[in-house]
T-cell receptor
Framework: EVQLVESGGGLVQPGGSLRVSCAAS????????MNWVRQAPGKGLEWVSG???????YYADSVKGRFTISRDNSEKTLYLQMNSLRGDDTAVYYC????????WGGGFDIWGQGTMVTVSP | DIQMTQSPSSLSASVGDRVTINCRTS??????LNWYQHKPGKAPKLLIY???SLESGVPSRFSGGGSGTDFTLTISSLQPEDFATYYC?????????FGPGTKVDIK
């Protein structure tokens, strides 16, 4: 079964740091780009960051310079290191797999259950 | 960045109704447009990819159309399990922006 499981969310103070993880199983992880998408309370979906199968990294303007996406293909795990956290980073963070290997165009067909990150004093 | 708009932002409909949701992008994206269904507390679900391709396992009452900058999602006969929020997303170029969503609720 193809599955993504996020972990690492929690409560953090403004200005603090947190790393969330996404463990993948059931597919050839190293052949796929991967993404992080978030949903703030009462808001819509926001694409946060993506990393290609070859390691190229992409970020939304709202997190550029503060967040870092990375991957460990040997562990089949995706990471998002979040620094200088702000209140508007409070959200459920989902990892998402693109439908097609080696490409982005086919949408995200597999999503994790999400992990909640709360930034508050 | 590519800006996304959706209309309407919400709609009330009855079981059996035909529903159409519109999505417009600020620049042409060919057919790199996807549609998702999202219910509270659940992960988003891919319905339509590359504008008009039905994802495996998704009922045939869902269909997508359009290209360039204007796209539609149609539900031919609304079912009780279809009440949810629907998002379009462009996967043409990063950042892979989502539309603001269309909430479909029961009339």
């Amino acid at each position: 079964e193809v599955q993504l499981v996020e972990s690492g969310g929690g409560l953090v103070q403004p200005g603090g740091s947190l790393r969330v993880s996404c463990a993948a199983s059931g597919f050839l992880f190293r052949s796929y780009g991967m993404n992080w998408v978030r949903q703030a309370p009462g808001k819509g979906l926001e694409w946060v960051s993506g990393i290609s199968y070859s390691g190229s990294r992409y970020y939304a303007d709202s997190v550029k310079g503060r967040f870092t996406i990375s991957r460990d293909n040997s562990e089949k795990t995706l990471y998002l290191q979040m620094n200088s956290l702000r209140g508007d980073d409070t959200a459920v963070y989902y990892c998402a797999k693109p439908r097609d290997d080696g490409a982005w165009g086919g949408g995200f067909d597999i999503w994790g259950q999400g992990t909640m990150v709360t930034v508050s004093p | 960045d590519i800006q996304m708009t959706q209309s309407p932002s919400s709609l009330s409909a009855s079981v059996g109704d035909r529903v159409t949701i519109n999505c417009r992008t600020s620049q042409t994206i060919s057919s790199n447009l996807n549609w998702y269904q999202h219910k509270p507390g659940k992960a988003p679900k891919l319905l339509i990819y590359t504008a008009s391709s039905l994802e495996s396992g998704v009922p045939s009452r869902f269909s997508g159309g359009g290209s360039g900058t204007d796209f539609t999602l149609t539900i031919s006969s609304l079912q009780p399990e279809d009440f949810a929020t629907y998002y379009c997303q462009q996967s043409h170029i990063t950042p892979f922006t989502f539309g603001p969503g269309t909430k479909v609720d029961i009339k």
